[in-house]
């Protein structure tokens, strides 16, 4: 942290009051509702910048993972992030941004990920765009699904074990969604979000696609789903069922999927709208911990050696040999540094946003002979990167 910032925990709850006024001024928030909140949340998962002793910005880590390559990568997501208006275009964002990277990499933390507002304080600090969130949008009239062969029935707490394992299970072929099962992620949505109303769909005992919705009666009628697990044709079959079963009731279904997600080949009609909503960014925080910790082609055997620049966390500026085989990486420091490439194109390699040909030939920041961006092409080509969850 520079001479004229200081970075850390909130003191105490007035600071933590500050910040959520900070905070309700630049999202727009009414700052009633968003105070309790962030006590509630509470001093450990939230960072503060001061200036001249000052409390002027602070931000909010949820611990989680992410899932790459069938993998669960530890990753902290940011959220929240604001500077009160009078300390603002004076570098307090940034050197918050840059000290909280910082703290993550002395965590152990591999990766971090938020949304942004804007993209130059988040690439200062190491970030760069490698995922989407997309909303899909199905008209309940428009469906003709009858096929209700498969029972229904509400979910209750009870039920929690079932859901996260039918989650993993949907998200395992998947790059980006996050961990939903992480305790911290689980608190923070039980505080921020409102309840839902969770239906699973059983083949005997066995859970084969829930949706989790909140009615959004008087805004367009819609029900706005924002959990949807299909792991079978069938499951999915009835999901649609349901959703006509609605049609008398609401105008719009929305969901958030991958705007691939084969429930769309079940359809009868084009009447879906796919909106990209948000673009998200990652930081690689740890290269080695990264690396090491996402799934890889199964019928793979390779050898990657690095050379990576990142002005920021000392540890990352270094030459990174990655093994490849069965499915798994292996780091270790060292090897002839052939592929040349700064943190924030990594981090659009790695979730598969951009294969290694494009980095190179359209930003500059990957350096490579046409046989090593095959290979990359190889070890990190996967479906597109999207996600779920808002933070």
Request: hydrophobic share 40%.
């Amino acid at each position: 942290m520079t001479a004229r910032f200081d970075y850390g925990l909130p003191a105490d709850e007035p600071e933590i009051a500050r910040y959520a006024a900070i905070a309700s001024t630049a999202y727009c928030a009414p700052r009633a509702e968003l105070e309790p909140k962030m006590k509630r949340l509470g001093a450990r998962i939230t960072r503060v910048v001061r200036q001249r002793g000052a409390l002027v910005g602070g931000l909010l880590l949820y611990r989680t993972g992410q899932w790459f390559g069938g993998r669960n990568v530890a990753m902290t997501a940011i959220g929240a992030v604001a500077v009160a208006p009078e300390a603002r275009a004076q570098g307090a964002a940034t050197a918050l941004m840059r000290a909280t990277v910082r703290d993550l990499h002395a965590a152990g933390i591999a990766l971090s990920t938020l949304y942004p507002a804007v993209l130059p304080l988040y690439q200062r600090a190491g970030y760069e765009i490698a995922g989407s969130r997309y909303r899909i949008e199905l008209q309940p009239r428009a469906l003709h699904h009858r096929e209700r062969a498969l029972p229904m029935r509400p979910l209750a707490r009870e039920d929690d074990q079932l859901k996260q394992q039918a989650y993993r299970r949907y998200v395992r072929h998947a790059n980006g969604p996050i961990d939903q099962s992480a305790s911290e992620w689980r608190r923070a949505e039980a505080i921020w979000r409102p309840a839902r109303e969770v239906y699973g769909v059983f083949r005997g005992k066995e859970l084969e696609g829930y949706v989790g919705y909140v009615p959004r009666l008087g805004e367009g009628e819609r029900l706005d789903c924002r959990e949807f697990v299909a792991l079978t044709p069938a499951a999915g079959r009835r999901l649609l069922a349901f959703f006509a079963d609605h049609r008398s009731q609401v105008q719009r279904i929305t969901f958030y999927a991958s705007p691939h997600d084969p429930l769309l080949m079940e359809l009868d009609v084009p009447c879906t709208r796919i909106r990209l909503l948000d673009p998200w960014m990652l930081r690689i925080v740890d290269v080695a911990a990264a690396l090491a910790g996402r799934g890889y082609p199964t019928g793979l055997e390779a050898r990657i050696d690095f050379a990576v620049r990142d002005d920021l966390i000392r540890a990352n500026r270094d030459r990174f040999r990655l093994e490849i085989a069965r499915g798994r990486g292996r780091v270790v420091r060292g090897g002839r540094g052939t592929v040349k490439i700064d943190v924030r194109a990594l981090a659009a390699l790695y979730t598969g946003y951009l294969p290694a040909a494009e980095l190179a030939a359209r930003t500059g920041r990957l350096e490579a002979s046409r046989t090593q961006e095959s290979l990359l092409h190889r070890a990190f080509v996967g479906p597109p990167p999207w996600m779920v969850d808002e933070f």
